[in-house]
């Protein structure tokens, strides 16, 4: 009863039963995700031999990678309690430039690829700005944009045209992998890190004086962090390959593109004033700019992040297909991408979610999407799975905060 | 009385064709709870917002520690050591209690948050003024009960070694035990030194902790009188005619 929590004596129990009452008080976090995954993952591979393989699991990275990105996009929006509609077809836009530029203009890819993240930090600028300083609702605009850019996409396309893409940087990122080495030694650095920085965490705060989290319960958390990562790595550096002549193994090189991803994002988020003013804008605008945070340029910096995002997805699906064509991002892939933020953890209504959450709940689709076409279910009943997954997801929200305000 | 640490002289300020303050006078005193009172439309608001720089006045002079200011926005009154807790306490809910304290000014180390030297100041502002109601400074706002988020609202406004704490019904929405938690942390302000004001329309509130009373009637200044000198009927007199036989400005 006291704000001096003398480094008040944690206990393994005592963390257990604080957690089961965040749980009650509809903190749930990421936990219907988390088990969703291990559930589907279950289902999926007892009914099909095919689905727990080496080659499937480095497959739905590969197909996840996309939306994924553009999750990790819309956590800015989605945290302010906004939502960008146009995300998909951005990447489409972004990744049409991209492609008309390296084939059609014989741009090399380390300019290209800046030029069309800068195209789609361009059109995150005018979305934004039309959001926070004209204040029409990001549902309007971004609904508008998602109109626009579909027809931009199909003039730089050309009706019913594809361009292709040759260049073997940008098709390697989704379509060849990193040598097993290499994907141990990633391992091991990032593992390193991670380490280290919890370590320098839980010091500085026992230096300081401060409550300090249960060092047992943050080795368990950490170890069993490492485990699962170094599981995965293991499998994906198993052989693969079809034939002994085409020999596949490795972690594929969108895997730490994606990483790097997580982490810029979740340092900006937790880290930096930035990320705060996100959370806080998400939470209470108006004490927000109470407290002389500039509300307006937070905005338009999410839908900025947001839209730089959907253009490295562009480059994904252009690596992945091999070309970009007048329905890339298009159909589902936005609605994806808000599923997997949503089914993740961050809530639809502003102020709570993290990067993470994106990669989880992307990995969510991805296994809907991938286990269902293994077990021979046609697109309509893939929809239908999946829309009914991310109904329960928002509704698990949406009743979580109901219990947060009731309390 | 000694003398005060902010003065407002012959205060003008309309509205369109609404006069809203008419020749306000009102001091505020170091280590002193001044209650300010009013019925609604008495202009209290308005001159909390002339005190913290969101309105101009048209005409008067506002004097800060005897020197005369120019408080032009917001960002001067927060630089001078004024700091306002509103009504609706502008928390955000989902941040926990340190993030709430320090959001819009939050300390850094290059470009990261400086949390350490945050969550150890706001821990000992909390326990400077006593506080021993919250479990753990790095839970949400959200799970507090409304007297705890009364206290991280009024906390955050000391923080800054401000000199002048505005009030804007701070009991309002409480019950009884919160209500009293909240008048003692508000006597303690005083105590350490800080101008409080403390606008409430609960005469029995105001009389349990405020030194001076002023009452605003219709845009005027009614009286600003010591609490022992009136009693709480001639307060009601004031706040409903703005005038009272036992009471002389």
Known sequence: ?407 | MSTPLLSLRGINKSFGPVHVLKDVDFDIYPGQVTALVGDNGAGKSTLIKCIAGIYTPESGDILFEGAKVDIDGPRTATALGIEIVYQDLALCDNLDIVHNMFLGREEKKGITLNEISMESLARKTLDGLNVRTVKSIRQTVSSLSGGQRQTVAIARAVLWNSKVVVLDEPTAALGVAQTEQVLNLVRRLADKGLAVVLISHNLNDIFEVADNIAALYLGKMAAQVKKNGVTKNEVIELITTGKSEGVTK
């Not at chain 1, 361009?122 to 971004?142: A, E, K, N």
């Not at chain 1, 945070?293 to 253009?311: E, H, P, W």
């Not at chain 1, 992945?320 to 609605?335: A, C, K, V």
Request: with cysteine; proline share 2%; charged share 10%.
């Open chain 1, 1 to 407: 009863m006291a704000t001096q929590i003398v480094l008040e004596k944690e206990t393994l129990k005592g963390a257990a039963s604080n957690y089961i009452s965040r749980i009650k008080s509809g903190d749930i976090g990421s936990l219907p995700a988390v088990l969703g995954l291990v559930s589907l993952v279950a289902v999926f591979g007892a009914m099909s031999e095919y689905f727990l393989t080496n080659r499937n699991f480095a497959n739905l990275l590969t197909q996840a990678a996309p939306v994924m990105v553009i999750a990790m996009g819309l956590v800015f929006v989605l945290l302010l309690g906004e939502i960008d509609l146009s995300a998909g077809y951005a990447s489409g836009v972004c990744g049409a430039v991209l492609v008309l530029l390296v084939t059609n203009h014989g741009w090399s890819w380390y300019t290209a690829l800046p030029a069309s993240i800068a195209v789609g930090a361009l059109l995150g600028t005018l979305i934004g700005t039309l959001v926070s300083r004209l204040g029409i609702p990001s549902f309007v605009v971004t609904l508008a944009a998602f109109l626009a850019f579909q027809g931009v996409l199909l003039l730089l396309a050309g009706e019913g045209g594809t361009i292709p893409i040759a260049d073997k940087t940008i098709l390697s990122v989704e379509n060849s992998n990193l040598t097993p080495m290499q994907g141990w030694i990633l391992w091991a650095v990032t593992s390193a890190l991670y380490v280290a920085t919890g370590l320098n965490r839980i010091n500085s705060r026992r230096k300081a004086g401060l409550v300090v989290e249960l060092s047992q319960l943050w080795a368990m958390k950490t170890g069993a962090l490492l485990i699962i990562t170094g599981g995965a790595v293991y499998e994906l550096n198993q052989e693969r390959g079809l034939s002994a002549a085409n020999s596949t193994k490795g972690v594929p090189i969108v895997a730490p593109m994606i990483l790097v991803i997580l982490v810029a994002g979740t340092f900006l988020l937790s880290r930096t004033s930035f990320g705060r003013h996100i959370y806080a804008v998400g939470g209470n605008a108006e004490a927000a700019r109470r407290a002389g945070i500039n509300v307006k340029r937070v905005r338009t910096i999410a839908f900025v992040l947001c839209s730089s995002l959907a253009a490295v997805a562009g480059m994904l699906f252009a690596s992945r297909m091999n070309s970009i064509s007048p329905s890339t991002g298009g159909s589902s892939t936005l609605l994806y991408a808000v599923g997997a933020a949503v089914i993740g953890g961050v809530s639809l209504f502003g102020g709570k979610g993290r990067m993470r959450d994106a990669i989880l709940g992307g990995l969510v689709v991805a296994v809907i999407d991938n286990g269902m076409g293994l077990l021979g279910y046609g697109a309509g009943i893939q929809f239908l799975v999946t829309g009914a997954v991310l109904l329960v997801s928002a509704g698990v929200d949406a009743v979580s905060r109901r219990g947060a305000l009731s309390n």
